[in-house]
């Protein structure tokens, strides 16, 4: 499932994340990569222990914890910290699967990489190119969103970015580990929950609401690991 979720930042925290983005120091997204991943990365990157990545990764995971679009399709049980790319002069990342297990750096602790996430910074005319393109059972889709605007898709995907040939293009991608590890059960979940909050603002609907919401609270039982 993708899922594009609209403005997980507002207007005035895009603009400081941006002001803080243009003025950093950037390096080579290799040095960040396992050997396998080098030669199809070509990209920058802010170093993971930089104090601009850690005070912006900070706001993302904020904005995240108070979205719940998120919380509902991705069923978090932990969110790596955010990293942030940047793309100019015809770089671009050649297609891959994310890694499956991930560690997290200064810690022992390991996650099991679920779900994907791209975090646009920059506005879709700042920059030719650098569409996302992930596959899918259903083709490959094309994704090139509205800064501020989040994308969710599941960590099997195939995905690459496209060249960027004019313009810089900025992002923050992250990975989620989720406490339903299946895709089509956290689908169904999704679905259901969302119906659930589409009928709560009907009027009469009262008592069917807190049935629907008893069901899904117990398939998440059946199907949570927290
Ligand atoms: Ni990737």
């Known amino acids: 499932m993708l899922l594009h979720i609209p403005q997980l930042l507002d207007a005035k925290t895009l603009a400081y994340c941006r002001e803080r983005l243009s003025a950093a120091q950037w390096e080579d997204g290799k040095i960040t990569s396992g050997s396998l991943s ?4 070509r990209n920058q990157q802010l170093a993971k222990d930089s104090p601009v990545a850690k005070e912006l990764g900070a706001i993302v995971l904020q904005a995240l914890n108070a979205n719940e679009m998120f919380f509902s399709a991705a069923l978090p049980s932990y969110v790596m910290p955010p990293q942030f790319n940047r793309y100019e002069n015809s770089m671009d990342l050649g297609n891959h699967i994310d890694n499956a297990v991930q560690g997290i750096l200064g810690t022992q602790e390991r996650i099991r990489a679920d779900v994907s996430a791209t975090l646009f910074f920059a506005e879709p005319e700042e920059y030719e190119g650098g569409e996302l393109m992930i596959e899918d ?7 090139k969103l509205a800064a501020g605007d989040l994308i969710l898709y599941p960590s099997t995907s195939l995905h690459r970015v496209e060249p960027v040939t004019r313009g810089v293009r900025l992002a923050s991608f992250f990975w989620v580990q989720s406490m339903v590890r ?3 059960e956290r689908a169904v979940l999704f ?3 969302t119906s659930i909050r589409q009928i709560r603002q009907q009027a009469q609907s009262h008592d069917i609401a807190t049935q629907l ?7 998440l039982r059946r199907w949570a690991d927290v």
């Open 137 to 143: 059972t259903y083709g490959v889709h094309e994704v």
């Open 213 to 219: 919401t008893g069901t899904y609270h117990n398939l």
């Open 191 to 193: 679905d259901l929950d």
């Open 38 to 41: 080098a030669s199809i990365k």
């Open 182 to 184: 299946d895709v089509g």
